[in-house]
């Protein structure tokens, strides 16, 4: 009786029932499938009859209560460093698993494997699983609203911390590895056989339906990913061209249209994006004010478009989302581009949304705090977009014929995003 391992599944089935208990159904849907994963080395006795060495099976059920566990408790959107803990120790025990087998293959099968080429090998498998893991947040994010992916450097310093995971484990696994019974190290290699066996079965008796079935998923990966951004809107008919503007609250009439989230005045910090439904962390919705609804603006004359924006640090078991901007070329709720800044990510992005989906234009880093005010600023001559903060152009890009459209303020936070007042001006804007 393997109790390390049975108590984690059992911890794992805890945490299912303490989520349905406290009105959480998708977290305990989450703890659920860690339980029946953490199953599989019994499931692999079962089909193989191959003992798996005590060790090797308690490293993995421990990485998978560690994976399960922070998605169902969201500890991914409470602490803001969570996942460069979390996605290198899995990728190291992938590394580690995968050296151990190597070496028991070579053991019980008399291999002449040299220890570097073991080394790499395993390192190679645990950084791949890395990367494809980045591949999925990706798809999530590009089929769907996601927002794994927060930006370049997230996703850049994940594969670092991945690689440096990977790097550390296959060396002490190395080490640790004549610390194991002759009989384990036996068991590793008989594992290791069998599941490059069935592999190669598979690939043997079915290689041609296999091909088939990933050149087809990859077709349908390419074609869709292009597929999914077709349509965007023409300009609603009617508008008029927006002139000057100066906003300063909710309570002008008639100035400001809410088309996603809440939206309340506050006496001191303006008009906040706030979330009266309270969404669990990492579930917040943006939010979406449009500001003199039935005009356009960029349609034929350049304009800047400016606000003050006060970012509110949440409170620890609230979650992490910092991020307010500037929406502009607006067609409808879920078509628009948009200048973001994010005091969590410190970073400052042009986005453009599609059908309700990101698509990253530019990001520059720029270092920016919760609870301070900044003044952001997009504007649009020349052929090109220029985007700022307090006063400073950051970056431009090239501007595009179909930018032209409704302005609006745009929010997703943990907490609250307060806009104290927002200005545009038409015409050579400097």
């Known amino acids: ?11 794992l089935a805890g945490l299912a029932v303490f989520q349905v208990l406290t009105g959480n159904p998708p977290g305990a849907l989450v703890a659920v499938e860690g339980a029946v994963v953490a199953l599989i080395p019994r499931a692999i006795k079962r089909l193989s009859s191959i003992e798996i060495p005590r060790s090797m099976e308690a490293l993995f059920v421990a990485g998978i209560a560690l994976q399960f566990t922070s998605e169902s408790l969201k500890l991914f959107e409470l602490f803001t460093y969570w996942d460069k803990i979390v996605h290198p120790t899995l990728v190291a025990l992938t590394a580690w698993l995968s050296a151990w087998l ?3 293959y070579r053991d019980a099968f008399h291999k002449r494997l ?5 080394a790499t090998l395993g390192l190679l498998l645990g950084i791949a699983v890395g990367v494809t893991w980045e591949y999925v947040e990706f798809a999530s994010d590009w089929f769907g609203d996601a927002d794994l992916q927060k930006s370049n450097a997230d996703t850049m310093t994940d594969l670092i911390s991945n690689d440096i995971g990977a790097f550390v484990a296959v060396l002490l696994s190395l080490r640790l590895y004549r610390y194991l019974r002759l009989d384990e190290r036996t068991r590793a290699g008989e594992l290791a056989r069998w599941l490059s066996q069935g592999i190669r079965r598979v690939v043997d008796r ?3 339906l ?3 079935l990933a050149t087809t998923l990859l077709a349908v990966s390419v074609i869709g990913g292009w597929a999914i951004d077709r349509g965007w809107p023409p300009l609603p008919e009617g508008l008029t061209h927006g002139g000057p503007l100066a906003w300063r609250g909710l309570d002008q009439a008639g100035a400001a249209t809410v088309l996603l989230g809440d939206w309340v005045p506050d006496a001191e910090r303006g008009t906040c994006r706030v979330n009266l439904e309270k969404p669990k962390p990492g579930s917040e919705k943006p939010g979406l004010l449009q500001l003199a609804p039935g005009h356009v603006y960029g349609l034929n004359e350049p304009f800047r478009f400016e606000a003050r924006v006060y970012e509110q640090r949440p409170e620890q078991s609230e979650g992490t989302q910092m991020v307010g901007g500037l929406a502009f070329g ?10 973001e800044q994010s005091a969590l990510h410190d970073i400052l992005r042009l986005d453009r949304i599609v059908h309700n989906r990101r698509r990253d234009v530019k990001e520059r880093l720029v270092r920016t705090h919760g609870n301070e ?8 001559e020349s052929g090109l977009v220029w985007a700022g903060v307090d006063g400073q152009d950051v970056f431009a890009v090239p501007s595009e014929p179909d930018m032209a459209g409704g302005i ?3 929010a997703r936070a943990a907490a609250a995003t307060c806009f104290s007042e927002a200005q545009v001006t038409v015409g050579q804007a400097q």
């Open 373 to 380: 005010w900044h003044t952001l600023h997009v504007r649009v």
């Open 102 to 104: 190597l070496l028991g």
């Open 330 to 339: 607006m067609r409808d709720p879920n078509d628009y581009f948009l200048l």
């Open 210 to 212: 296999v091909g088939i």
């Open 408 to 410: 609006g303020l745009w």
């Open 1 to 11: 009786m393997r109790w390390e391992s049975w108590l984690v599944r059992l911890a």
């Open 114 to 118: 040299p220890v570097h080429l073991i």
């Open 206 to 208: 079915h290689g041609r």
